[in-house]
């Protein structure tokens, strides 16, 4: 199964942007690139998805690579509510599985 | 609201007992999704279902089981089976039928603790 590779951790200071970058290098045409993040003790909350062209929505934007090989979920002004972690994953194309890597706890300084 | 409901919220299960978590959904959605989350670990797939009365393994099948009966509902039963069940379990689901406009929706998860 193809996998993601994330940093273990980012750090941000409130209402700057961040950029949380996501190594797919194994992805496959057919497989979407999704983020979600999660708070502790709940479960995960979708943030953004795509496949090949960059996307935008009211919480965030997400940019990948010409080569679908990276990632980057793009967070334009961070808020303290923003403090989670943020899982990079791939939606495979068998039975829609969702392959979730360890994530990128992000922190944000107010 | 539509959503998924995941109970109980915490759940203490003696060694050697089976232990069934509840997972329904109002989203009229086809399928279905278990994880198992550890510690600082991100989530494994344990079952899923694309439809009812049909499920497949995920990557961590072993000592648990699950039904899908009608489409609102996927229970997961931990089997004495399953070595080490103490963890955060997590339900999903997904309109297969919207192709992947949307994403997935999870439930709040139970903590099943073995004492």
């Known amino acids: 199964d193809a996998k993601t590779t994330q940093p273990n951790s980012m750090e941000s200071n409130e209402e700057e942007p961040v950029h949380l970058p996501c190594n797919h290098s194994?992805?496959?045409?057919?497989?979407?690139i999704h983020w979600y993040r999660q708070l502790p003790s709940q479960g995960p909350e979708y943030v953004i998805h795509?496949?090949?062209s960059n996307v935008n929505n009211r919480m965030a934007s997400l940019a990948i690579a010409e080569d679908r090989k990276s990632s980057t979920l793009i967070l334009h002004r961070a808020t303290l509510r923003d403090a989670a972690v943020y899982y990079c994953?791939?939606?495979?194309?068998?039975?829609?599985?969702?392959?979730f890597g360890q994530g990128t706890e992000l922190s944000v300084k107010p | 609201d539509g959503g998924i409901t995941q109970s109980p919220k915490y759940l203490f299960r003696k060694e050697g007992q089976n232990v069934t978590l509840s997972c329904e959904q109002n989203l009229n959605h086809d399928a279905m999704y278990w994880y198992r989350q550890d510690p600082g670990q991100g989530l494994r797939l344990i079952y899923y279902s694309q439809i009812v009365n049909d499920f497949q393994k995920g990557d961590i099948a072993e000592g648990y089981s699950v039904s899908r009966e009608k489409k609102e509902s996927f229970p997961l039963t931990v089997t004495s089976a399953q070595k080490n069940p103490t963890a955060f379990y997590l339900c999903?689901?997904?309109?297969?039928?919207?192709?992947?406009?949307?994403?997935?929706?999870f439930g709040s998860g139970t903590r099943l603790t073995v004492v």
């Open positions: 994953i791939l939606r495979l194309n068998q039975g829609g599985k969702l392959i």
């Open positions: 795509g496949l090949t």
């Open positions: 194994t992805i496959s045409g057919t497989d979407y």
């Open positions: 999903a689901s997904r309109n297969r039928g919207q192709g992947y406009a949307y994403g997935y929706t």
